[in-house]
């Protein structure tokens, strides 16, 4: 149960902010703020709670979980309000919204704390009440940065005796039993104590309900690629009869003519009769040879999909074991944070340099696939003594073998990233190609050149032939990298 209009009125009374300065700004979740607060050489913590049916402010002695990464608005509260002065701490009416005035030099700062379930949110605006960010972005309320937030007007039919006041009495007792000093414990400490108990299971109950959605729609979702894939490779298990068209059409070529556009023939190894599709302007070697690229082409994609497939699977398997450990962590941070890892879309997560990576035995190799991300890694993410590769007379992504002190590359790294250095450049479709390569320290940039584009000097060729296997294993190394 979140703390009511009245109870609200308590703790602000008892928090007395005005004057404070905040010292410091945690955001250990999603929905939870803690500002650090100083006044007349006294500290305090005060907790902003935005959960369901948990909605609450007040001060804290409980140790604060700060989160892995920086949270957006942590870091915009950090660069706005940290060394700010509290001018004013009060709640706008019954609204359970409360109000911070702040200083920051010349700068007048508005904070709004909405503490209502369901609909809970934390803002700061400008002193005009122009939004500079929330904790949730609302495009549909016009709470997202630059639109105005509008204060709701008031209910003049709300009561204050309406909202009853807990007394938090078994806190009290708690401590009694375990304490014979006889103190009365503040309505905050009340609330601190009740809350540290009964709001993580209230947390942990409404995360699970949310991973629970999660979990059900990605499963769907995985579960109808994988049956699509299976399908496909159903369809590809039959390839073997576009070789055995190609056969029979070598062997009754004579009776293609300019009139029909199929020939029918007797079928050696069924002994009945089957109708072939032929192009009449064709040879037999012709229309055989087209027949044959249908089953090499078919055979292609038969392996790709079985790749695919096994790839399908083992990601089905990883969100059934994130399922379940979700399940049984009680702890609603790092439901949170495993939460909002994997629900954020793919582009959004952090990465640690551009383009792709790869760790194989112990060694990493970088791949840009664009002149952007060529640059972005020459520039910021290789050293001196990485190796460089790339194709020869072709465009394409430059491959990087990060170096390792006192090892020579195994041949069998170079061998992939040859591979990938094939793979990402316009010798793809020819299937194989020269490269050439070298350390990193030996790239001079083309002076007045395109972006990325180097020179290399020392450096040594190789000839590739794309490997499908190798390069299926690596792709099958970078989805578990990734997920």
């Known amino acids: 149960m979140s703390l009511n209009c009245n109870e609200i009125n308590i703790i602000l009374a008892e928090l007395s902010l005005e004057g404070s300065f905040i010292q410091d700004v945690v955001q250990p979740g999603f929905d939870t703020l803690a500002l650090y607060t100083y006044k007349n050489a006294s500290p305090q913590t005060v907790l902003i709670c935005t959960a369901h049916n948990a909605c609450r402010i007040h001060s804290t002695k409980q140790k604060i979980t700060r989160n892995d990464k920086p949270l957006r608005f942590m870091e915009l509260l950090k660069s706005k309000i940290k060394g700010a002065r509290i001018d004013s701490c009060i709640q706008l009416g019954l609204e359970r919204i409360v109000v911070f005035t702040l200083s920051h030099g010349a700068e007048k700062l508005i904070m709004y704390v909405r503490l209502w379930s369901g609909a809970s949110n934390v803002l700061l605006c400008d002193e005009d009440n122009i939004i500079i960010d929330a904790m949730f972005r609302r ?21 204050q005796q309406e909202w009853p006041v807990r007394s938090f009495d078994e806190v009290q007792a708690e401590y009694d039993a375990l304490h014979t000093d006889g103190t009365i414990l503040s309505f905050n400490e009340k609330v601190d104590a009740w809350y540290s108990t009964h709001a993580r299971v209230l947390s942990v109950d409404a995360l699970r309900a949310q991973a629970e959605k999660w979990y059900l729609a990605s499963k769907t979702k995985q579960e109808a690629a994988l049956e699509k894939l299976k399908a496909k490779h159903a369809a590809f298990t039959h390839a073997s009869q576009y070789k055995h068209q190609g056969d029979l059409i070598l062997s009754y070529g004579h009776l293609i003519n300019s009139t029909s556009s199929f020939i029918e023939c007797e079928d050696y190894e069924t002994g009945g009769i089957m109708r072939i599709a032929v192009n009449p302007q064709k040879t037999a070697q012709e229309n055989a040879a087209s027949y044959y690229e249908q089953y090499k082409k078919a055979q292609r994609g038969l392996a790709q999909l079985e790749h695919d497939i096994v790839l399908e699977e083992k990601q089905l398997e990883a969100l059934n074991a994130l399922h379940e450990k979700i399940i049984h962590e009680q702890n609603p941070v790092k439901i949170e944070q495993m939460l909002r ?12 340099h551009p383009g792709l990576g790869y760790a ?37 992504g430059y491959v990087f073998i990060k170096n390792k002190s006192n090892k020579p590359i195994p041949p069998d790294i170079l061998l992939d990233a040859a591979n990938l250095a094939v793979y990402y450049s316009k010798a793809r479709k020819a299937g194989k190609a020269d490269l050439y390569y070298t350390h990193v320290k030996y790239l001079h940039r083309a002076k007045n050149s395109r972006k990325g584009l180097v020179l290399p000097t020392q450096e040594k060729n190789i000839f590739i032939k794309l490997d499908n296997a190798r390069l299926n294993r690596l792709d099958a190394i970078r989805h578990e990298m990734e997920h």
């Open 341 to 352: 890892y994997n629900t954020a879309p793919h582009q959004q997560k952090k990465k640690m």
């Open 360 to 396: 194989v035995d112990g060694w990493y190799i970088l791949v840009g696939r664009d002149a952007n991300e060529n640059d972005e890694l020459l520039r910021h993410h290789v050293r001196g003594n990485d190796m460089w590769l790339h194709v020869r007379d072709f465009p394409g």
């Open 139 to 159: 495009p549909a309320k016009n709470e997202i940065t630059g639109k105005k937030f509008l204060l709701p007007a008031s209910n003049v039919k709300k009561l």
